[in-house]
Each structure stands twice: as structure tokens, then as C-alpha cells.
């Protein structure tokens, strides 16, 4: 498995959960970490991204609830909920982008169910 994903789970709206992402040895040179989102029935969108320079993106629907960091000496992503509410139930996927000369690798994770409570 290149990309590790946990820290989901079941909470009441409100409520916070972190997740983690640490990409394996075998990406190296790793340029953008992030994580998308999956509910049920819909396309998979984007959450948020960090660079490794440590710029961010946001979704316009998790800003200000949701903190996106990175430790580059670990290549690992963390992603920080809070004041979770029913609509971002979905399974969270990370994501890590490596650009070399003429070469685009996008990495996935295998997700992680987050379910929020009313």
C-alpha cells in the first residue's frame, strides 16, 4: 500500500475527527498531499490539498471547519475536522501527486468511511 489512510470513524455532528495519510518510502519526491471526498451516489471531490511548500486549497464547503497539514520529513497528510456536520458523510480518499520532467504519478489511498450523525 503507497498511501495509509485511517483515523475515520462514526461522530455526532459537531464533533471532530482527525484523519492521517503517510505515503510509503516507495513515492519519494512527493509535490502535493490531499484529500477527496466520495458520498453516496456522487463524483468524488476535492476536500483539500497542501503543498510541500505548505500552500493550501480548500473546498468552499469545509472552509473554516477543516485544517489540512503536512509533515514533509514523515510524508505524511493530516487532515483536522471540526464542527462536522450530516453532509460530510463520505469516504475520504488521500491523495499525493509527484511531478517529474515529462511524468505525472497520482497516487490514491484505499479510503476511509467517515459517517457523521444528525
Known amino acids: 500500500v503507497q498511501l495509509q489512510a485511517s483515523g475515520g470513524g462514526l461522530v455526532q455532528a459537531g464533533g471532530s475527527l482527525r484523519l492521517s495519510c503517510a505515503a510509503s518510502?516507495?513515492?519519494?519526491?512527493?509535490?502535493?498531499m490531499g484529500w477527496y471526498r466520495q458520498a453516496p451516489g456522487k463524483q468524488r471531490d476535492l476536500v483539500a490539498t497542501i503543498t510541500s511548500g505548505g500552500s493550501t486549497n480548500y473546498a468552499d464547503s469545509v472552509k473554516g471547519r477543516f485544517t489540512i497539514s503536512r509533515d514533509n520529513a514523515k510524508d505524511t497528510v493530516y487532515l483536522q475536522m471540526n464542527s462536522l456536520k450530516p453532509e460530510d458523510t463520505a469516504v475520504y480518499y488521500c491523495?499525493?501527486?509527484?511531478?517529474?520532467?515529462?511524468?505525472?504519478?497520482?497516487?490514491w489511498g484505499q479510503g476511509t468511511l467517515v459517517t457523521v450523525s444528525s
Open positions: 518510502r516507495a513515492i519519494f519526491n512527493i509535490n502535493t
Open positions: 491523495y499525493a501527486l509527484r511531478l517529474r520532467v515529462g511524468v505525472r504519478d497520482d497516487f
